[in-house]
């Protein structure tokens, strides 16, 4: 085990999906293939960290701050680049009108944070976190895919817990509201964590991380057939239908 073992919302995701995959990225250092909605997203959180933190919040530099964060890689051409790059501006306009329209002062972007969860070092970054003008916070995730999440995934999202228990014990103070902001249709979805659903996401993370420590890695080969390494890891149920 490496000596800077840490956990995080990912890690916990992607050893969710399946223990053998996490043994892959993080302990033998596979990487997942960049594609075009890998690259996507880190332009359009690049260009929203950069507007927020960077200069005059007005029109002009939001396309400035998109222009300077594109980037071309994993894209398959030059149709798929405009398509993305399209759709990117126009989820910025629609940002931009939300965003003079806002009741809130944005106190952090990409805000990231460390802690402890039981015994393990636990790191994530916010996306963004709000003062309301009533004085409650509330805290953001942007999601840059198309599909709109249905409030029951979004009122289970494990993400959102651990991001408010970060709040709690980082930040110290309580998340009122919270929500993902599904940027392709200019659509927050608010939730809420109660106290038993944070124990509960503290829970998961310790048992993950307890796994992580005795070095339990099954392949959970259900997963394989969505999975960025079913071409080249060992366990893959489908790599010999697939070849
Ligand atoms: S191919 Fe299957 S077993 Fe291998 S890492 Fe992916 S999901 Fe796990």
Not at 97 to 104: G, I, P, R
Not at 213 to 240: A, G, Q, R, T
Request: charged letters at 30%.
């Amino acid at each position: 085990m490496k000596q800077d073992f840490k956990i995080s919302y990912s890690r916990i995701n992607t050893y969710l999906f399946c223990p053998y995959k996490y043994k892959l990225i993080y302990l033998d250092d596979f990487h997942i293939p960049v594609n075009a909605d890998i690259t996507f997203g880190h332009i359009i959180h690049k260009t929203l960290e950069r507007f927020h933190k960077n200069g005059k919040q007005i029109y002009d530099t939001l396309f400035e701050c998109y222009d300077d964060a594109w980037k071309n890689d994993g894209f398959k051409d030059s149709q798929q680049i405009f398509e993305y790059y399209s759709r990117g501006k126009q989820m910025l306009v629609d940002y931009y009108k939300s965003f003079t329209n806002l009741n809130a002062k944005i106190l952090y972007v990409e805000k990231a944070f460390y802690t402890n969860i039981g015994k393990y070092k636990f790191i994530g970054i916010i996306d963004r976190i709000d003062k309301c003008n009533d004085g409650k916070y509330e805290v953001t995730d942007y999601k840059t895919h198309s599909k709109i999440w249905s409030q029951k995934k979004i009122d289970q999202d494990l993400q959102l817990s651990f991001y408010a228990y970060a709040c709690k014990n980082v930040f110290d103070f309580n998340v009122s509201k919270m929500s993902i902001y599904f940027l392709s249709e200019n659509r927050k979805i608010y939730t809420q964590r109660s106290k038993d659903s944070i124990t509960n996401a503290v829970n998961i993370a310790i048992e993950i991380a307890k796994n992580i420590e005795s070095e339990k890695f099954c392949p959970n080969i259900l997963k394989c057939k969505i999975c960025d390494f079913k071409l080249k890891c060992e366990y893959s149920s489908v790599k010999d239908l697939e070849k």
